[in-house]
C-alpha cells in the first residue's frame, strides 16, 4: 500500500517520542508507581473480601453449610471479580493513556493514574470486546483472530472520546483497522527479540523483575504510533471525523 509507514519506522517514532527531556523516566516511574498503586489495592481487596465475608457470617451467626453461607459466598466471589476486572481495566487505560501521551509529547507522572474514575468505561468496552471475539471464535478460528485486530484500536479511541459507547469505539475501531490489520500483526512479531530479551532477564532475581517496566514504554508508544498514524491518514483522506457501520 504506497504510503504504508512500516513497523521500522514506527518503532523508531516511538523512540524519539520517549526520547524528548523526561519523557521514557516519566513513564517508567509512572508505570512502577501504578503497579506497586494496583498491587497494594488487590491485597487489601482481597483481605477485605477474606476478612469480611468471614466476619459478617459470624455475624450474622450463619452455620458452616447453610444456604445463607453459600449466598453470602457467591456475593463475595462476585464483587472481587467486579473489584479484579476494574482493577484490570484502570491499569489497561493509565498504560495505554501514557503511551499516547508519550507520542504526543505531553506525558506527565499523572497520567500513570488517570484510569482511577474511568475504569469502569474500560471494563465495558474490554467486556463488549471480549464478546464479540467470542462469538467469532465459536464460528471460527480465523474470524476470530480478525475481529481481534479489527477492535484493536478501540481502547485508544475511547481515551480520545469517552463519551463515546463502546459500540462506537469498536466501529471506529474496525474502520480505521480497514486494510491495515497485517500492519498491526507485523508491529507485533516486530518485538519477538525484546520478549525473548526480557523472558532471559526475567530468570534474573530481583533484577529481572523490574525488566518489563524499562520495556513497556517502548512497545507501548510504538502502538500509540501506529494508532496516531492511522488517525493522521483518516484526516488526509477526509474521513477523520466519520463514524464507520
Not at 464483587?79 to 493513556?97: E, H, K, M, N, R
Not at 523483575?209 to 512497545?219: D, E, G, L, M, S
Request: glycine share 12%; net charge neutral.
Amino acid at each position: 500500500m504506497e504510503g504504508t509507514v512500516t513497523a521500522a519506522e514506527l518503532r523508531s517514532r516511538a523512540w524519539r517520542a520517549l526520547s524528548a527531556p523526561g519523557a521514557y523516566g516519566t513513564f517508567v516511574l509512572g508505570s512502577i508507581a501504578l503497579s506497586a498503586a494496583l498491587f497494594a489495592a488487590a491485597l487489601l481487596f482481597a483481605g477485605g473480601f477474606v476478612g469480611g465475608s468471614a466476619g459478617l457470617a459470624m455475624a450474622c451467626g450463619i452455620e458452616q453449610g447453610s444456604p445463607a453461607l453459600y449466598v453470602l459466598s457467591f456475593a463475595g466471589s462476585a464483587a472481587l471479580v467486579f473489584g479484579i476486572l476494574y482493577l484490570v481495566s484502570f491499569s489497561w487505560w493509565s498504560q495505554t493513556a501514557m503511551g499516547m501521551a508519550a507520542m504526543r509529547g505531553g506525558l506527565r507522572f499523572a497520567h500513570a493514574f488517570s484510569g482511577w474514575g474511568n475504569g469502569w468505561r474500560m471494563a465495558s468496552l474490554l467486556l463488549w470486546q471480549s464478546t464479540f471475539i467470542t462469538l467469532w471464535l465459536l464460528l471460527l478460528v480465523v474470524p476470530g483472530i480478525r475481529a481481534a485486530f479489527s477492535y484493536a484500536l478501540a481502547p485508544y479511541l475511547l481515551i480520545d472520546h469517552p463519551d463515546w459507547t463502546p459500540r462506537q469505539c469498536i466501529a471506529e475501531s474496525r474502520r480505521l483497522m480497514e486494510g491495515h490489520r497485517w500492519r498491526l500483526f507485523c508491529l507485533g512479531f516486530s518485538f519477538i527479540g525484546w520478549f525473548l530479551l526480557v523472558g532471559v532477564v526475567s530468570l534474573v532475581p530481583v533484577v529481572g523483575n523490574f525488566a518489563q517496566f524499562f520495556f513497556t514504554p517502548y512497545i507501548q508508544t510504538s502502538f500509540a504510533a501506529f494508532y496516531e498514524d492511522l488517525l493522521d491518514r483518516g484526516d488526509r483522506e477526509g474521513q477523520g471525523g466519520g463514524m464507520g457501520a
